[in-house]
């Protein structure tokens, strides 16, 4: 008992650290923190599937055709495609949650044509890195890039300290092409699929729409995942680079993605992640619904500054008059 005893304990302690916990500050802190990522360096890397090459030249060439228009870039991997209705470049209309999201994005945030999600489900940084380089950002001029990555990258076992590298691989590339911009890094959101898998070896969460089942667990403690400590630990990084630079900035909607258990008081919910990794149509609701506001401020912020280019009218033909008899 009282071995139990100790353990729960130290879960609740988990807990209230994860609640609680302030995010790095301080001159010294954020010194060393920010020479310890840049000792990592993160060198832009293409997939070598075939229809990733491909996918990354349409998106390149939406850039390059929408250009000054471009008001809002959303760029990441899974999450960020989903609200395309596409999953690795194609339709997703029988994938379970990519149909209930289908359309969310545009009626949630108008003008749908000053958006453009430039997103590829298993990226991980140096991809994005890379696409940054060869997509065409040049000829963008957007008020905010909103940046969410680094699941795929903790999935390939990468350490903290490696993943926000990465996120900071992002923003420097970005940042030599865009230095008016304004971006918002999205912290990792909770994850427990790791948990669930080991749970629930032989049954994976339904992935097509004729598959729609109860949820075989409601919840999951978020501290029992091997992947807590080093979620935790990457958004205290993220924070740390967006107070290097005025212009970057850091939201984490985590805490609204756990909810009290009969375990702890961090649990995910399976309503908002199914499979405990990917979200749900709310899921998909109350992270955009928690980026709304801050993407909404960014925005006047950026246009008050100035510095930014707006889109030329079309050209147009001078008419031809009539010749005189």
């Not at 590339?173 to 699929?193: M, S």
Request: one cysteine or more; hydrophobic letters at 40%.
């Amino acid at each position: 008992h009282e071995a139990r005893d100790d353990a729960d304990a130290n879960v609740k302690a988990d807990d209230a650290q994860f609640v609680a916990s302030p995010p790095p500050a301080g001159p010294d802190m954020l010194e060393k923190g920010i020479d310890a990522l840049n000792s990592h360096l993160v060198r832009p890397k293409p997939r070598e599937e075939g229809w990733w090459r491909v996918l990354s030249s349409e998106i390149g060439a939406e850039l390059r055709n929408r250009g000054p228009e471009v008001k809002v870039m959303f760029l990441g991997a899974d999450t960020m495609e989903t609200w395309t209705a596409k999953k690795n470049g194609k339709s997703c209309e029988t994938d379970l949650v990519c149909a209930e999201v289908r359309g969310m994005f545009g009626r949630d945030w108008p003008p749908a044509q000053g958006n453009l999600v430039a997103a590829i489900s298993g990226d991980v940084a140096e991809n994005v890195i890379w696409r940054i380089y060869q997509e065409g950002i040049a000829g963008l001029n957007p008020y905010v890039v909103v940046i969410y990555i680094g699941h795929n990258d903790l999935s390939a076992g990468r350490e903290a300290a490696d993943v926000a590298a990465g996120v900071q691989g992002v923003l420097k590339a970005l940042h030599f092409f865009l230095p008016h911009t304004e971006y918002l890094i999205v912290g990792l959101l909770p994850r427990a699929d790791d948990v669930y898998q080991a749970t629930f070896p032989q049954e994976p969460a339904p992935k097509h729409v004729h598959e729609r089942q109860q949820p075989k667990i409601a919840s999951i403690s978020f501290s029992e995942s091997t992947y807590f400590p080093k979620i935790r630990q990457v958004n205290d990084w993220l924070q740390v680079i967006a107070n290097e630079a005025s212009t970057v900035h850091f939201l984490d909607c985590s805490l609204q993605f756990l909810v009290p258990g009969p375990t702890s008081e961090i649990e995910i919910s399976s309503a908002l992640m199914p499979d405990f990794i990917n979200l749900s149509q709310k899921g998909h609701e109350k992270l955009l619904n928690c980026m709304r506001d801050t993407v909404s401020h960014l925005i006047i912020a950026a246009k008050a500054k100035g510095g930014f280019v707006m889109p030329s009218p079309p050209p147009t033909r001078p008419k031809k008059g009539r010749k005189g008899k």
